[in-house]
């Protein structure tokens, strides 16, 4: 079964005997890929020759590359196939032969044009599990639509409750593309853990060097998409509203369901964020922190509900406390009252945060245009470290990918002459 026998080997990582290819773009599949990836899994990606995923494009902030690249594509591999002619499509074929999952987040489609869609990967690849993501899932009547992050949080109505009144706004990182591809990341992780499908025996490394799952029934598929992901993240809107009738307002950085709960300005110009979840940290932070014993006496206040209800006498009382003391003041007496607060802060200060600095979790990554900073993935699993691979250039790999499926090096120029492959790779900068 894969992961068997394998934890701490060498820090190779709990998915390193697994071989994924991934036919992606933007952000949702490169995220799932490059969990698998950071997990210890072999990601091949698999991108057009004449420009690639057009994520690299985005902007140009890192040395030349796109932010949103760099973040979702370390520790691949990209090979340039044009999937538009013969070879290239025999040679994704021979890929998917020998791997354990195919990754794609293209257009609706695109995956039954090239004969990798579920059905035919269970007739000719039965050991690959297919993961598909896509905007709005088969079968409804926004199926054929494209989506991007925006769109689907729109559509699923997290705008709604993102912004101000009058002024709704769209979550700032592309919530949407994220989780949606660690749903899959999870699926795929959770299908490997079964069994089914990989065909993998504990023995093989990550090579291109036999066919996998020769004989077993299909494998699963699996699909995600955006949409229902987005109107799984909106559970509580959804629920509250389905009961009570009412639309919840969007209310800045506070919450719809407790209260007080949310930010506020001190004396030295900061913002300090503030929050309860219950009654009794209610009592304390009117009686300890901000010393109003009379709000924690007022039967307004005294349940969740009426101060929700109150929600803005609340935040006027706190924030002229606030107002007459500095962050660091505030912050400390909070603490001490057991009162969860925070800092209000930009990219640049996180980018510098203590607590990242503290706990080591910053590692240096190589990329074609040098090596930069990038954190860790979330989960710390002891006695092992993620695989913090190279972000890859445009075909940096094709030769040595290809070179394993036994092509020659007279066969790799032939195809490179005719497109299939398209030109010479990236060159990868100084590190």
């Known amino acids: 079964m894969p992961g068997t026998g394998r934890r701490g080997q060498g820090g190779r990582g709990p998915l390193a005997d697994v071989t994924v290819v991934a036919l992606e773009q933007a952000v949702s599949a490169p995220m799932c890929t490059r969990t698998l990836a950071d997990l210890g899994a072999r990601v091949i990606k698999v991108e057009n020759p004449r420009g690639g995923d057009f994520a690299r494009h985005y902007d140009d902030v890192v040395g030349g590359l796109g932010a949103h690249f760099v973040w979702a594509n370390r520790g691949k591999e990209s090979v340039t196939l044009d999937l538009k002619t013969e070879p290239g499509l025999d040679l994704l074929h021979r890929l998917l032969g020998r791997a354990d999952v195919l990754v794609s987040n293209l257009t609706p489609g695109t995956t039954a044009r090239l004969g990798v869609a579920p059905g035919d990967l269970a007739a000719r690849h039965p050991g690959v599990i297919g993961v598909e993501i896509d905007g709005y899932g088969p079968g409804g009547p926004l199926s054929h639509k494209r989506a991007y992050d925006l769109l689907v949080q729109a559509e699923s109505g997290a705008c709604s409750i993102t912004g101000h009144p009058g002024a709704p706004a769209k979550p700032g990182p592309p919530v949407a593309d994220t989780t949606t591809g660690l749903y899959a990341?999870?699926?795929?992780?959770?299908?490997?853990?079964?069994?089914?499908?990989?065909?993998?025996?504990?023995?093989?490394?990550?090579?291109?060097?036999?066919?996998?799952?020769?004989g077993c029934d299909p494998a699963p598929s699996v699909a995600v998409s955006l949409f229902d992901t987005m109107t799984e993240l909106m559970g509580y809107a959804l629920t509250y509203t389905r009961h009570s009738g009412l639309e919840p307002d969007p209310l800045g950085m506070s919450s719809p369901a407790v209260a007080p709960y949310g930010a506020y300005r001190t004396a030295d110009g900061q913002t300090v964020v503030l929050g309860t979840t219950n009654d009794r940290e209610w009592q304390r932070l009117a009686t300890e922190l901000i010393q109003r014993p009379d709000l924690a006496a007022d039967d307004r206040f005294r349940t969740n509900?009426?101060?929700?209800?109150?929600?803005?006498?609340?935040?006027?009382?706190i924030a002229v406390w606030c107002a007459r003391h500095d962050l660091s003041t505030v912050q400390d007496r909070a603490d001490r009252a057991g009162i969860g607060n925070s800092r209000y802060n930009t990219p640049s200060y996180v980018n510098a945060h203590p607590q990242l600095a503290a706990r080591d979790r910053w590692r240096g990554?190589?990329?074609?245009?040098?090596?930069?900073?990038?954190?860790?993935?979330?989960?710390?699993?002891?006695?092992?470290?993620?695989?913090?691979?190279?972000?890859?250039?445009?075909?940096?790999?094709?030769?040595?990918?290809?070179?394993?499926?036994?092509?020659?090096?007279?066969?790799?120029?032939?195809?490179?002459?005719?497109?299939?492959?398209?030109?010479?790779?990236?060159?990868?900068?100084?590190?």
């Open 365 to 431: 990554v190589a990329t074609p245009a040098g090596e930069i900073p990038a954190l860790l993935p979330p989960p710390v699993i002891s006695g092992y470290e993620a695989r913090m691979g190279a972000v890859p250039g445009l075909g940096e790999h094709t030769e040595s990918v290809l070179g394993e499926l036994g092509l020659s090096a007279g066969e790799i120029a032939a195809l490179r002459e005719a497109g299939v492959i398209g030109g010479a790779p990236e060159v990868r900068g100084p590190a």
């Open 185 to 214: 990341a999870l699926s795929i992780v959770a299908l490997l853990y079964e069994g089914r499908g990989s065909g993998l025996d504990g023995e093989r490394g990550p090579g291109l060097d036999g066919a996998r799952g020769a």
């Open 305 to 317: 509900t009426g101060r929700c209800a109150h929600r803005e006498l609340l935040d006027k009382e």
